[in-house]
């Protein structure tokens, strides 16, 4: 009785590997039709044989699918192209601007990874973006952020803030420069936290430590406690990171409900510098649910598309600076010159105790030592960093370590690499069963 049992087995086992052939030949013949197919439709249709019109008669739906696709990657590649507005174009959108800040009784500001761009901090998602490069496979530099300073565009909105125009602004950035620019703490929202804080979460209410270097060195996706702790009830401090994926848990310097409220008194939302592709997801930041003719203004400040472009009472495809520039003469006001001495973030900051000096490895926020220094251009090609002279010819970017920046991009190219090899592995298994 056990042989039949036995050989009952072997003859399903077979049966199972035979089926499992089928649809890998299946899959194969599928793969190579649709290859085919996608190489004929590459084909204008006047250089098309009989055969081949007979193949794509053959299967309609995969010829639909196919075009449909086509259609959806080619809008794609329209909405990731920078656009730029003629000057004589961008001067008269910035007038129809400076009109509406001048008539607008509560403007909020919404900001984006391209304000900092000037700052030569990378955007996400532009021809040159984090996320951009990363999809094409190409490397992505990081640096220390601790060299970047507050552009034009950063001065600009301190002064439009000191001036009345601006009420609140709210930041998509991690990067500190509203912080550094002057803009006072009680108008900003950091939405996705700000590099420089690190927070003590235990304490009610929460206890902020601003720093002068990035504190999220040690941190990254869903580990955010920083190696240093409290001063005062010794519990693990955290950065104040929200990583793609996370959502916010901190007051500060979050300030959400600030945002909302501010979002809800506003008759003009201005967006500088973002593709709106997350923000668009806060609903409760664009006042939706008022009636049509109560909603607020919307001008849009981007080279690139943004879901938001069909409900914006005007789109200016520009550079922020430059239209920053235009706005502020516009309104007779002066662009603050950025000063090291005046940084406010050196008043802000909480010193380290003794014992963790050695928390840290990355560069340091100092003050200048020498007069000729005070004064800085709106960029950040310095080749100091906390003091002294780098290796601008160094070339290895695996050996960065500081930053939320740095960390997602080689987690990122990490996880690329592990799926490669997991597909390769794969590849090689189906072989040998074979």
Not at 28 to 38: C, D, F, L, N, V
Not at 132 to 151: I, Y
Not at 295 to 311: E, M
Not at 349 to 362: G, K, N, Q, R, V
């Amino acid at each position: 009785m056990a042989e039949p049992q036995g050989s009952e087995e072997t003859s399903s086992r077979e049966a199972r590997k035979i089926a499992q052939k089928c649809q890998l030949l299946v899959k194969a013949e599928t793969r190579a039709r649709k290859k085919k197919i996608s190489e004929i439709l590459k084909k204008p249709e006047e250089v098309r044989t009989q055969e081949e019109v007979q193949i794509l008669q053959q299967s309609p739906e995969v010829v639909a699918d196919m075009q449909k696709r086509a259609r959806r990657r080619d809008k794609l590649k329209e909405q990731l192209k920078e656009v730029e507005d003629p000057p004589e174009l961008l001067y008269k959108k910035s007038c129809e601007l400076s009109a509406a800040v001048l008539q607008a009784r509560h403007l909020v500001v919404y900001t984006g990874a391209g304000i900092s761009t000037a700052a030569s901090i990378p955007d996400y998602r532009g021809p040159n973006g984090v996320w951009t490069m990363l999809q094409q496979g190409r490397p992505v530099e990081t640096r220390s952020l601790t060299d970047a300073q507050p552009t034009v565009t950063h001065m600009a909105l301190a002064r439009l803030h000191q001036e009345g125009y601006v009420k609140y602004v709210v930041s998509q950035n991690c990067d500190g420069l509203h912080l550094r620019s002057g803009l006072p703490r009680n108008a900003l929202s950091e939405v996705h936290g700000n590099m420089y804080i690190e927070v003590c979460a235990e304490c009610d209410p929460e206890t902020e430590y601003i720093r002068l270097f990035d504190v999220t060195e040690r941190t990254s996706l869903h580990r955010h406690v920083t190696d240093r702790n409290c001063h005062s009830c010794g519990e693990p401090l955290r950065d104040s990171i929200v990583h793609f994926g996370e959502r916010s848990c901190l007051e500060s310097p979050h300030n959400w409900e600030d945002a909302m409220d501010h979002a809800k008194k506003a008759d003009t939302i201005l967006c500088l510098g973002s593709s709106l592709k997350v923000l668009k997801r806060y609903s409760c930041l664009w006042g939706m649910t008022r009636v049509l003719h109560k909603r607020p203004k919307l001008f849009i400040v981007n080279l690139q598309w943004t879901p938001k472009d069909d409900n914006a009472t005007l789109k200016i495809n520009g550079k922020c600076d430059e239209l920053m520039v235009l706005l502020m003469k516009k309104l007779g006001l002066e662009i603050p010159v950025y000063r090291r001495e005046n940084d406010p973030i050196f008043k802000l900051a909480i010193p380290l105790l003794p014992d963790e000096h050695d928390s840290f490895s990355t560069c340091q926020l100092t003050l200048p030592t020498d007069a000729t220094s005070l004064t800085t251009q709106h960029n950040s090609d310095s080749p100091t960093c906390n003091g002294e002279e780098k290796d601008t010819d160094q070339k290895d970017h695996s050996s960065y370590k500081p930053g939320w920046f740095g960390k997602g991009c080689g987690k990122r190219r990490n996880s690329a690499a592990k799926r490669r090899k997991s597909n390769t592995a794969t590849s090689t298994s189906v072989k040998l069963s074979d």
